[in-house]
């Protein structure tokens, strides 16, 4: 391996909807999960460039073959394109954080959903080669947990757009038993209020990307603090409609499948330990921003005895600086060569 102060070493949270970069020279990035080509000659003309990331090529999608490469925090099976689409998006990242034009000088730790290490590791092996050197697979949430130095009795809940992951931190690496994935996350809210929003007003036109920044603008849990009003199409007319109720349920929703697994998976660890895992229930990934939704979860502990529920300080990084932070302190003998 190269010499370590040569080496440019990243934490990289590869997100369903958003990816984030922690490097070692200190750039910190985050790049909406999207990767669009121009379609035609006209697009690459209007384009000026030939690959779109991120915001700019969501906000281009007419113009583009558009791809969303993740889902549920994996990359997408059976598509030549989306495996692409991961390796150039992975690519974009290094290239921004890293300054780095030889690969042999970045060793990566790539974060993916608690229970996807097995699946995961041939398809990232495949998309880092080109762009690293070396390269680590790790849980999101034991990420999270390394970066907050939260090692000991503690719970990190991961609440991102593919998966909401938790982990339980015994002082050394979890084992599957310590950690659970769910599909309930931000990804399956947008769904069920866009199904939601259209049964009450079947007239609206409005699309998936619509209803995400609806709910990340507007999500709640408990007591609104206002009506929740958006604007839509009914036909060419742009349109006030209240979707508070619509909004509540999807958040309630949400709530109800995160405590439910908070709950098993805290009735599993040993009982001597258990009180003090209570105390330590850490909340991390863009759902853990939802007003309300921290201390709604806390409350649902009263029923066992009480405990604390807090949120990271850096929910944008928090998953890539701990990858950082085990890129950092991790020997040797615990990166993965990958072949030039």
């Given at each position: 391996m190269?010499?370590?102060?040569?080496?440019?070493?990243?934490?990289?949270?590869?997100?369903?909807?958003?990816?984030?970069?922690?490097?070692?020279?200190?750039?910190?990035?985050?790049?909406?999960?999207?990767?669009?080509?121009p379609?035609?000659?006209?697009?690459?003309k209007?384009?000026?460039?030939?690959?779109?990331?991120?915001?700019?090529?969501?906000?281009?999608?007419?113009?583009?073959?558009l791809?969303?490469?993740?889902?549920r925090?994996?990359?997408?099976?059976?598509?030549?394109?989306?495996e692409?689409?991961?390796?150039?998006?992975?690519g974009?990242?290094?290239?921004?954080?890293?300054?780095?034009?030889?690969?042999?000088r970045?060793?990566?730790?790539?974060?993916?959903?608690?229970e996807?290490?097995?699946?995961?590791?041939?398809?990232?092996?495949?998309a880092?080669?080109?762009?690293?050197?070396?390269?680590?697979?790790?849980?999101?949430?034991?990420?999270?947990?390394?970066?907050?130095?939260?090692?000991?009795?503690?719970?990190?809940?991961?609440?991102g757009?593919?998966?909401?992951d938790?982990?339980?931190?015994?002082?050394r690496?979890?084992?599957?038993?310590?950690?659970?994935?769910?599909?309930?996350?931000?990804?399956?809210?947008?769904?069920?209020?866009?199904?939601?929003?259209?049964?009450?007003?079947?007239?609206?036109?409005?699309?998936?990307?619509?209803?995400?920044?609806?709910?990340e603008?507007?999500?709640?849990?408990?007591?609104?603090k206002?009506?929740?009003?958006?604007?839509?199409m009914?036909?060419?007319k742009?349109?006030?409609?209240?979707?508070?109720?619509?909004?509540?349920?999807?958040?309630?929703?949400?709530?109800?499948?995160?405590?439910e697994?908070?709950?098993?998976?805290l009735?599993?660890?040993?009982?001597?330990?258990?009180a003090?895992?209570?105390?330590?229930?850490?909340?991390?990934?863009?759902?853990?921003?939802?007003?309300?939704?921290?201390?709604?979860?806390?409350?649902?502990?009263?029923d066992?005895?009480?405990?604390?529920?807090?949120?990271?300080?850096?929910?944008?990084?928090?998953?890539?600086?701990?990858?950082?932070?085990?890129?950092?302190?991790?020997?040797?003998?615990?990166?993965?060569?990958?072949?030039?």
């Amino acid at each position: 391996m190269s010499a370590k102060k040569d080496v440019v070493h990243v934490g990289i949270d590869l997100g369903t909807s958003r990816s984030s970069i922690s490097a070692s020279n200190g750039a910190r990035h985050v790049v909406d999960s999207y990767v669009g080509w121009p379609v035609d000659m006209v697009a690459k003309k209007v384009m000026k460039k030939p690959i779109v990331f991120g915001r700019e090529a969501l906000e281009n999608r007419p113009m583009l073959d558009l791809h969303r490469p993740l889902e549920r925090g994996l990359i997408k099976e059976g598509s030549a394109k989306d495996e692409e689409a991961v390796r150039e998006l992975l690519g974009h990242l290094i290239s921004l954080a890293a300054g780095a034009k030889d690969p042999t000088r970045v060793h990566a730790v790539v974060g993916v959903p608690a229970e996807a290490l097995r699946v995961s590791r041939q398809h990232l092996r495949s998309a880092v080669k080109g762009v690293a050197e070396a390269l680590m697979i790790v849980s999101e949430p034991f990420a999270v947990a390394y970066g907050v130095d939260a090692l000991l009795h503690t719970m990190i809940i991961d609440i991102g757009a593919g998966t909401t992951d938790f982990c339980v931190m015994n002082g050394r690496y979890p084992t599957q038993e310590d950690q659970r994935t769910l599909t309930n996350a931000g990804d399956s809210a947008d769904e069920q209020l866009m199904t939601l929003v259209k049964a009450k007003f079947p007239e609206a036109r409005f699309t998936i990307h619509t209803v995400r920044e609806w709910k990340e603008k507007h999500s709640f849990v408990g007591e609104p603090k206002a009506p929740v009003v958006v604007h839509a199409m009914v036909g060419s007319k742009p349109t006030p409609l209240d979707i508070t109720a619509e909004m509540k349920r999807t958040c309630d929703s949400l709530l109800s499948a995160v405590s439910e697994t908070m709950h098993d998976l805290l009735s599993r660890v040993d009982p001597d330990y258990q009180a003090k895992v209570r105390q330590n229930v850490i909340l991390a990934g863009g759902g853990s921003q939802i007003p309300g939704f921290a201390a709604a979860l806390e409350k649902t502990l009263n029923d066992v005895g009480g405990g604390r529920v807090k949120t990271v300080d850096d929910p944008v990084f928090a998953g890539s600086n701990g990858g950082l932070a085990i890129a950092l302190d991790a020997p040797e003998g615990d990166w993965e060569q990958l072949p030039g």
